[in-house]
């Protein structure tokens, strides 16, 4: 099969044959229909995630046909359509795993870092971590709900059932389909994007958001919660001046460059500064429900397999709206 590899941190990634995996026990045999491409990949090939498995295929927004189930598993079956996320394996065991954070497990594994992922032909997965997709969506437009949406949502859900002024910060594959539930759910969302980033903020006026600017403007209105997933730092102590007293500043990324110094008044009055850490199976089921009650549009780019470096090189740039995605299928 065709694969894409990491071999060192700062090189782009290697187009490789290799052996189709074989499923072990618990784990299904996958066709890669189509993977988007997330900021993660990028953090993993310019060396700001920490000891990937050597030679990882990237790659943990997989959408895929079940060839093979492994012994013992009986929730998929040959022909089944999958969702493949970034929480690959957990131990099931550890204190955090008891209490429902089995995104904190220590043990955690993940898809495309420490697991094989899906910027290949074939991949492997643990069949417990894999979700069905829902009909109405195609490979393609699936594909970036099992990372942008599943981590997007979970960030979302930090913020609070009842926050009614939500700034996105960062209007890429994770904002671009959160603002679609949130507008839906009645919520009044501002966009802030790079500043001179006309193209996203009409992208995000298109999804019905109520402002949209540079992110070196103020809030026009003091927010209930600002949701971070540009990776910049800086954008933290401003993100907490835009928020209400009381209000909460959620940072969705696994990776961010150094927050700098800020005044002790800016998180004074109960504001409140907190992360997201991968996310848990709980997490996928509650989203799959919320987008079965407000379905949402993904807007995408499609790559083939061996243009994956450039889908990397374009997403850095900004120089696509929404996500990218590639399809291992494209060359025929």
């Known amino acids: 099969m065709k694969a894409m590899t990491f071999t060192r941190a700062g090189a782009p990634l290697a187009l490789v044959d290799r052996p189709v995996p074989e499923p072990g026990p618990g784990q299904v045999l996958l066709r890669v229909r189509a993977c988007a491409v997330c900021r993660t990949d990028l953090h993993l090939v310019d ?15 997989i959408v895929a046909t079940v060839l093979e189930a492994g012994a013992g598993v009986s929730r998929f079956r040959a022909g089944d359509r999958v969702g493949v996320p970034w929480l690959g394996w957990t131990c099931g065991a550890c204190r955090f795993c008891h209490r429902g954070e089995e995104n904190l497990c220590a043990e955690a594994r993940f898809t495309g870092y420490t697991l094989d992922g899906g910027f290949a032909d074939y991949t492997v997965a643990d069949a417990r971590y894999c ?29 609070g ?21 949130l507008v839906a759910q009645g919520r009044t969302v501002f966009a802030f994007t790079r500043p ?32 971070l997933f540009a990776p910049v730092g800086a954008l933290v102590p401003k993100a907490l001046r835009d928020v209400r007293p009381g209000g909460r500043v959620v ?14 008044a800016d998180l004074w009055q109960e504001r409140r500064l907190e992360s997201v850490a991968n996310l848990t199976r709980a997490d996928g089921d509650d989203f799959f429900r919320t987008i079965a009650k407000w379905p949402v549009t993904t807007d995408v780019r499609t790559y083939a397999l061996e243009d994956a470096n450039r889908a990397l090189d374009d997403l850095r740039h900004g120089r696509f709206t929404g996500a990218a995605v590639l399809t291992p299928d494209a060359g025929g």
């Not at 979700?131 to 913020?159: E, N, Q, S, V």
């Not at 940072?251 to 002790?264: K, L, R, T, V």
Request: proline share 10%; glycine share 12%.
């Open 161 to 181: 059932d009842d926050a009614e002024r939500i700034g996105l910060y960062g209007f890429g594959a994770a904002a671009h389909i959160l603002a679609q539930i």
């Open 196 to 227: 001179g980033d006309t193209a996203a903020q009409a992208f995000a006026r298109r999804l019905g958001v109520a402002w949209a600017g540079g992110s070196d403007l103020p809030a026009p209105e003091p927010l209930d919660a600002a949701l």
């Open 47 to 61: 060396g700001e995630l920490p000891e990937p498995k050597p030679g990882v295929i990237p790659g943990h927004e």
């Open 131 to 159: 979700f069905p997709i829902p009909l109405a969506y195609d490979d393609r437009h699936a594909a970036p709900l099992l990372c942008a949406g599943l981590i997007g949502w979970r960030t979302a859900r930090k913020a």
């Open 251 to 264: 940072c969705g990324g696994i990776h961010m460059s150094e927050i700098p110094a800020f005044a002790y």
